[in-house]
């Protein structure tokens, strides 16, 4: 199987500073897929749920999640990175 990622944000329009949650959305995830979630292309230090929230976002910042899978007879690599989501 292959792995996917989507990502939704709890606004459908972001502005700097206000309070958005994004939510990963897997496809062939298995039963519990690891999360890192990044900023413009950089690792969050510690956002490694399935969600990701905050309030420090500045415009033209952009938020992606790499999802690796744990499903059985996944494909190599077993990992997917999701769209961005920009501000």
Known sequence: VVPSVTVTASASTICQGQSVTFTANPTNGGNTPTYKWKLNG???????NSTYSTTTLQTSDVI???LTSNASCVSAPGTALSSGVSV
């Open 42 to 48: 950089s690792d969050i230090p510690s956002a490694t």
């Open 64 to 66: 992606t999640v790499e």
